[in-house]
């Protein structure tokens, strides 16, 4: 049987009449053609599609990693400023605050409660596992950690500043200053320690250092205190005054030819509390100067500052008036 495709009809040759005739398809057949011409058309394009996207990101794709990179980008930049602002409470702060305590004479802080610790439940992590999620909660935990070694380091000088503002009110008690401004018209006579009485001649112990000077020189308290006695008769010491200064440590000022402050008076440091005399078992103008550390005589010397000028002595002067 002989067959003739014309204008996609098929035909066949009828040797019975000697003519052409149509081969019809019957509708099965046509939709089944239909199908896998429809099947064959789809599975060249995914083919295409999948070689295209193996060579070129999707649109999708593109948008994402645009994201993605983005979001690295300021996940870095965060990181970075978190590192150096830990790096630098670290290297100023932490070394400041040592320097601070050893001063002070406080105890040190411990590097691992300064550094707030880390480990235990991760309250940002994600039950999803993924790479994003793993930045995110990374970077959270250096913040929560640095906003907690901030947190104890403020804690840290705010118990600084309440140790400073007790040892300065306590230095403020200590007599760390002469009792008169020592200018080439006043020098010590005699100083602490066993020496030989100049009206018996034995040798006693000096509780005090002498200083010699014109009469009516000014005498100046040597710390913050309160007047306990105003004595203008006592034999030995004759015109005296003792003050306490507290924290242990007490001042007598002896052998005065005036007294300017009366028993029960506050007085500041630098304060003219009376005048330089003769008065008493003495034998020329002169101040005893004694001082008292938990009711035994200690050496008054040791308590100067060495480095006070006489213009700076008189400037502390003024300024408690």
Request: charged share 20%; hydrophobic share 35%; net charge positive.
């Amino acid at each position: 049987m002989l067959y003739l495709r014309i204008r996609r009809k098929k035909y066949y040759f009828n040797t019975s009449t000697l003519s052409f005739v149509e081969v019809s398809k019957s509708k099965r057949t046509k939709i089944l053609k239909g199908l896998l011409t429809f099947i064959a058309i789809n599975s060249l394009a995914v083919v295409f599609l999948l070689l295209l996207y193996s060579f070129f990101d999707s649109p999708e794709v593109s948008i994402q990693k645009l994201r993605a990179k983005k979001y690295f980008t300021k996940y870095a930049s965060l990181t970075h400023k978190v590192d150096s602002l830990t790096s630098s409470l670290h290297s100023a702060h932490y070394a400041n605050d040592q320097i601070y305590r050893n001063i002070l004479e406080m105890d040190s802080l411990p590097f691992s409660i300064r550094s707030a610790g880390t480990g235990g439940h991760d309250p940002y992590a994600s039950p999803m596992k993924s790479f994003s999620n793993q930045f995110f909660s990374n970077l959270m935990k250096k913040i929560e950690n640095l906003k907690m070694q901030i947190n104890i380091q403020d804690e840290s000088y705010e118990e600084i500043m309440i140790a400073a503002l007790k040892k300065t009110n306590e230095l403020r008690h200590i007599p760390g200053i002469p009792p008169v401004n020592c200018t080439d018209h006043v020098w010590i006579s005699s100083y602490f320690g066993t020496r030989k009485d100049p009206f018996s001649f034995i040798h006693r112990v000096h509780h005090g250092i002498d200083f010699c000077g014109p009469k009516n020189t000014e005498i100046f308290a040597t710390a913050d205190g309160i007047v306990t006695l105003v004595e203008h008769s006592r034999k030995g010491y004759g015109n005296e005054i003792v003050v306490d200064h507290s924290f242990g440590h007490c001042t007598r000022y002896a052998h005065l030819n005036s007294i300017m402050v009366q028993e029960g008076q506050l007085i500041k440091r630098g304060q003219l509390i009376g005048l330089m005399g003769n008065t008493g078992r003495s034998t020329g103008t002169h101040l005893h100067y004694e001082v008292w550390y938990l009711n035994q005589p200690v050496n008054p010397l040791y308590f100067f500052a060495d480095d006070l000028t006489s213009e700076e002595f008189e400037q502390l002067a003024k300024n408690t008036e």
